[in-house]
């Protein structure tokens, strides 16, 4: 009698499948180039480079979707001055306490509400939570091939110890369908500068270009993002500017 039961009960309420396991590669490049003359310091250079894989699964929720993304490997390989601030073996430690770290990531059709929250703190996962939020991008619904627009942002508000003020203006347009799936380009301009106490001021001035291949439903199958961020820094009036540029690269891909 009570097999028979169970067996009713299953029937009227089947278990959902299991959603299957998302595997993706992240590749993601950081070159910083400062100028210290004025410091006289001279000029310094150096890079960071982080490769890992990490695992995706998705539940489904009343209104979106919870990812929790694992860290399955992570290898860190900094150069230059990067490497004289994080020697090789801190870089191998970094990345070997970020082995089993995760994220838990909230999205509705497609679009991150809220930030990731990290089960550790660890500055090794920054790139993860790049790769996070081109997995969700928030591409507008109902697109198709041909189309494209732009959205601006605008910055005025105040931020610890001064206020900022600027945009960030991207474009983005529906290039082709592969797989079912759309293949988008973008880019965007952004200026903003940040005018903090004693007369400091940072202005920053970036470009970048990002491909994205969307899934019909769920994260993105892969993403490319290559950006150069140029920082001239005030630290008191009269005083000559610290300029820098970074030049960073991102690239996620779903694996088999």
Same mark, same amino acid.
């Given at each position: 009698?009570?097999?028979?039961?169970?067996?009713?009960?299953?029937?009227?309420?089947?278990?959902?499948?299991?959603?299957?396991?998302?595997?993706?590669?992240?590749?993601?490049? /950081?070159? *910083?180039?400062? #100028?210290? /003359?004025?410091?006289?310091?001279?000029?310094? /250079?150096?890079?960071? /480079?982080?490769?890992?894989?990490?695992?995706?699964?998705?539940?489904?929720?009343? #209104?979106?979707?919870?990812?929790?993304? %694992?860290? @399955?490997?992570?290898?860190?390989?900094?150069?230059?001055?990067?490497?004289?601030? *994080? %020697?090789?073996?801190?870089?191998?430690?970094?990345?070997?306490?970020?082995?089993?770290?995760?994220?838990?990531?909230?999205?509705?059709?497609?679009?991150?509400?809220?930030?990731?929250?990290?089960?550790?703190?660890?500055?090794?996962?920054?790139?993860?939570?790049?790769?996070?939020?081109?997995?969700?991008?928030?591409?507008?619904?109902?697109?198709?091939?041909?189309?494209?627009?732009? @959205?601006?942002?605008?910055?005025?508000?105040?931020?610890?110890?001064?206020?900022?003020?600027?945009?960030?203006?991207?474009?983005?347009?529906?290039?082709?369908?592969?797989?079912?799936? *759309?293949?988008?380009?973008? %880019?965007?301009? %952004?200026?903003?500068?940040?005018?903090?106490?004693?007369?400091?001021?940072?202005?920053?001035?970036?470009?970048?270009?990002?491909?994205?291949?969307?899934?019909?439903?769920?994260?993105?199958?892969?993403?490319?993002?290559? !950006?150069?961020?140029?920082? !001239?820094?005030?630290?008191?009036?009269?005083?000559?500017?610290?300029?820098?540029?970074?030049?960073?690269?991102?690239?996620?891909?779903?694996?088999?």
């Amino acid at each position: 009698m009570l097999i028979a039961l169970l067996a009713v009960m299953a029937a009227q309420n089947p278990m959902a499948a299991p959603t299957p396991t998302l595997r993706y590669r992240v590749e993601a490049r /950081t070159t *910083l180039d400062q #100028d210290l /003359t004025s410091l006289g310091k001279g000029k310094v /250079t150096g890079s960071l /480079t982080t490769t890992a894989i990490i695992s995706v699964t998705l539940t489904d929720s009343a #209104d979106g979707q919870v990812a929790r993304i %694992t860290v @399955d490997s992570m290898k860190l390989e900094p150069t230059g001055a990067m490497a004289a601030q *994080l %020697t090789p073996a801190a870089a191998a430690i970094a990345a070997d306490s970020a082995r089993g770290a995760w994220l838990h990531a909230y999205s509705v059709r497609g679009t991150l509400r809220g930030v990731p929250q990290p089960s550790i703190q660890n500055p090794a996962l920054a790139p993860i939570m790049q790769a996070i939020s081109v997995m969700f991008p928030g591409i507008r619904s109902g697109i198709k091939v041909g189309d494209s627009w732009a @959205d601006t942002t605008r910055i005025d508000g105040d931020v610890q110890g001064g206020h900022q003020l600027g945009n960030i203006i991207a474009s983005w347009s529906v290039a082709g369908v592969v797989d079912g799936g *759309l293949v988008l380009g973008g %880019t965007s301009v %952004t200026k903003v500068t940040t005018s903090g106490q004693n007369g400091q001021s940072l202005t920053v001035t970036g470009t970048s270009r990002e491909q994205l291949s969307m899934a019909v439903r769920g994260p993105s199958r892969s993403a490319s993002i290559e !950006s150069v961020r140029d920082v !001239s820094t005030v630290q008191q009036p009269g005083a000559a500017p610290i300029p820098s540029r970074t030049v960073a690269s991102l690239k996620l891909t779903q694996l088999p």
